[in-house]
C-alpha cells in the first residue's frame, strides 16, 4: 500500500507540474503527525528532498492543519507562517509558494505544493487547477482507502474467502459509487487506475466462475455504470440524477447493456453480467 500511494502522490505531482506550469512541484502525504515528501517535480537542486514538515510548520504545515489552501507570495519575507523550512525552499531558489491540502473525508491527508523561482500571482488560472489535482488524488484515496476496508472485511482478511450476503452487498454498492465517481473525472490515467479498483472490487464476490468459457461480452463505460446502478434497484430516473444523464439515455444504454448480455429484462442483464464477472 506505501508503494501504491507513492505512485498516485508522483502522478499527482507531475499532474500539477504541466497543469499549472509552475516549474516547481513537488509533495506528500502524512505519516505520523507530519507530511513527508515523497515526490519532486523540475527541482534544480536536493535542497527538497527528504523534507519532513510538521503540522502548524511552515507553509504546508498551515494548510495541513488548516485544511485549506495558503500561498506565500515572496516566500524569504513572509510574517504568516514559520520559517523552520526555509534551508529547504529557500535553498531551491524559490519565491512564491503555494500549498494545497488533500482532504480526504474531513481529514488532511497529505499536502501538495508548486513553486516558483520568481514572484508569481496565483489567481484563478492556477489555482483551479491545483485544486483540481487535489480534489482528484483525494478521491482516489479514498476509493483505495474503501477497497481495503471491504477487502479487511472478509474471513482471514483473504479475498477469496466466501462473502456473506450482506458483504456482497455492500461491496456492490461501493462498486456502483466508484462507478459514479469515475464518471465524472476527466483525467483518462486516473480513470484507467480507478478501472483497476473496480476490477479488485468486482473479484471479491467470486464473480465470472460460472463464466463457463462462454463468448466473452464487453460493454462500454456507460453501460456498464448504468448496469452498476441497476443492480442496486434504481429506477430510470434515479439512475439518471445519479449519473447527470437524461432519462431516455439511461434507457438507450440499459437496452443496449440486455441486447449484448442476451437478457429480455434488466433482472436478468445483471444477474448475467454477475455470472461472468462484469459486475461483483
Known amino acids: 500500500m506505501p508503494n501504491e500511494q507513492a505512485e498516485l502522490v508522483s502522478h499527482a505531482v507531475g499532474e500539477l507540474a504541466r497543469r499549472t506550469r509552475f516549474p516547481v512541484a513537488f509533495g506528500g502525504l502524512e505519516r505520523d503527525g ?9 527541482a534544480r537542486t536536493r535542497s ?9 510548520r511552515g507553509l504546508g504545515g498551515r494548510a495541513f492543519a488548516e485544511k485549506r489552501p495558503r500561498l506565500a507570495l515572496d516566500y524569504r519575507t513572509s510574517r504568516t507562517i514559520t520559517h523552520d523550512y526555509d534551508r529547504a525552499i529557500l535553498g531551491e531558489g524559490i519565491s512564491t509558494l503555494f500549498a494545497v491540502p ?32 487535489a480534489r482528484e488524488l483525494a478521491t482516489e484515496l479514498r476509493v483505495r482507502d474503501e477497497v481495503d476496508r471491504r ?16 458483504a456482497q452487498e455492500e461491496v456492490r454498492e461501493s462498486y456502483a459509487e466508484l462507478r459514479s465517481v469515475a464518471a465524472a473525472i476527466e483525467d483518462e490515467s486516473l480513470r484507467v ?20 468459457g462462454g463468448p466473452e461480452v464487453r460493454l462500454s463505460p456507460r453501460e456498464l455504470d448504468v448496469l452498476a446502478c441497476a443492480a442496486l434497484g434504481a429506477t430510470n430516473s434515479e439512475i439518471a440524477h445519479q449519473l447527470d444523464l437524461k432519462e431516455t439515455t439511461v434507457k438507450s444504454y440499459l437496452a443496449a447493456a440486455m441486447s449484448k448480455l442476451d437478457a429480455s429484462t434488466r433482472h436478468a442483464a445483471v444477474a448475467r453480467a454477475r455470472r461472468i464477472g462484469i459486475l461483483p
Open 34 to 42: 507530519a507530511i513527508h515528501v515523497t515526490a519532486i517535480h523540475g
Open 48 to 56: 527538497i528532498e527528504g523534507l519532513v514538515v510538521q503540522e502548524n
Open 102 to 133: 488533500i482532504v480526504v473525508t474531513g481529514t488532511t491527508r497529505g499536502v501538495l505544493y508548486c513553486g516558483s523561482w520568481t514572484q508569481a500571482p496565483v489567481g484563478d488560472v492556477v489555482a483551479e487547477p491545483a485544486f483540481r489535482v
Open 151 to 166: 477487502i479487511a472485511m472478509l474471513p482471514s482478511g483473504r479475498p477469496d474467502a466466501a462473502l456473506s450476503p450482506a
Open 193 to 212: 487506475r480507478l478501472e483497476q479498483v473496480e476490477r479488485r472490487l468486482a473479484a471479491l464476490t467470486g464473480a465470472g466462475e460460472g463464466a463457463g
